[in-house]
C-alpha cells in the first residue's frame, strides 16, 4: 500500500492501525465500505492528516442470513442434502419453530428485525442486553427477561450486539451452563462477543445442541480448527452481510466518495 495515496478496504478486513498507517507516507484517504471500521485507528489517521470516508449500508442481508441459519438448524438441512447428495434418503427428524422461544441477545436495528420475523413464525421471542429496558423489548413486541433467563429458556439464541469491551466474552461458561441441551446458540455480529474456548466444551459436550456461526475470534477462521469438524456447527464464512445488493451499495458509495473528495480540492492522487 505504500505508493498509494488512496486506499479502498473492506469493512473489518483489512486493519490499519498506527504502526501500519505510520508507515505510509503518501496515503491521503481511506475508503471504507460500511457505516464503521473498528480495524482502522481513526486517532491516528486524524493525527497523521489522513481522511476515512465510509459508505451506506444495510442490515438487510445479516437479518436474512440469521433466519437461514436458524432454519437450516431446525429442519437440519445441510444433514438431508449431504446424504441426499449421498444417495441416500431421510436422515431425520426436523423440528417447527412456532412455539419454541427465540431469545435475543441484542435488540438493536438487526435483533428488533430477527424478533419481528420469529413473532411471524409463531415463536415467544424474549430478549435482553446491558441497555435494553422493558419499555423499549415492548415498543418492539418483544418480552424483557433477565440475562439468567434469556439463556435458560431460548430454544434457539441469537447474538445481536456489538462488539466492544462490556460485551467481549459476555458469552462464556456460566451462561453455556444456563442453557437447554437442546437450544442452539447463533452468532452473526462478532466472534469474540463469545468465549471460543467454552463454545468449544459446551459443543463438545453437547451441553447445548449445537451452533450457526458466521463470525470468528480469528478470520479466517484457522485450517485446521475444531469449528471445521464438528458435527454439531453449522459453519459460514462471515457471509451474513454479502449480497449482491449491499455490494453495489458498497462499491458505488465508494466510488462516488473518492470522486467528491477529488473535487473538492482539485486532487490527483494514485488509487
Not at 142 to 150: C, F, I, N, P
Not at 193 to 220: F, H, S
Request: glycine fraction near 8%.
Amino acid at each position: 500500500m505504500k505508493p498509494f495515496d488512496v486506499v479502498c478496504v473492506m469493512r473489518e478486513r483489512t486493519p490499519l492501525p498506527r504502526a501500519i498507517l505510520e508507515k505510509l507516507p503518501n496515503l491521503r484517504l481511506i475508503a471504507s465500505t460500511g457505516l464503521a471500521n473498528a480495524s482502522i485507528d481513526g486517532d491516528a489517521a486524524a493525527d497523521l492528516g489522513i481522511d476515512v470516508l465510509h459508505t451506506g449500508y444495510s442490515s438487510t442481508p445479516t437479518i436474512e442470513f440469521t433466519w437461514a441459519l436458524i432454519l437450516s438448524m431446525a429442519r437440519k438441512i445441510p444433514q438431508e442434502n449431504q446424504s441426499l447428495r449421498n444417495g441416500g434418503w431421510q436422515l431425520s427428524l426436523g423440528e417447527e419453530l412456532a412455539g419454541n422461544t427465540l431469545g435475543l441477545l441484542g435488540l438493536g436495528r438487526v435483533g428488533s428485525a430477527v424478533g419481528l420475523i420469529g413473532r411471524a413464525f409463531g415463536m415467544k421471542v424474549v430478549a435482553w442486553s446491558q441497555n435494553l429496558t422493558p419499555a423499549v423489548a415492548a415498543e418492539h413486541g418483544v418480552q424483557y427477561v433477565a440475562k439468567d433467563e434469556l439463556f435458560s429458556t431460548s430454544d434457539f439464541l441469537s447474538i445481536h450486539v456489538r462488539l466492544s469491551p462490556r460485551t467481549h466474552h459476555l458469552v462464556g461458561a456460566a451462561e453455556f451452563a444456563k442453557m437447554k441441551p437442546t437450544s442452539r446458540l447463533i452468532n452473526t455480529s462478532r466472534g469474540p462477543i463469545v468465549d471460543g474456548a467454552a463454545l468449544l466444551d459446551a459443543l463438545r459436550t453437547n451441553r447445548i445442541a449445537g451452533a450457526g456461526l458466521d463470525v470468528y475470534d480469528v478470520e479466517p477462521l484457522e485450517n485446521p480448527h475444531p469449528l471445521r469438524e464438528l458435527s454439531n456447527v453449522l459453519a459460514t464464512p462471515h457471509i451474513g452481510y454479502v449480497s449482491k445488493e449491499l455490494y453495489r451499495t458498497f462499491y458505488s458509495d465508494t466510488v462516488k466518495n473518492i470522486v467528491h473528495w477529488l473535487d473538492e480540492a482539485g486532487r490527483t492522487v494514485q488509487i
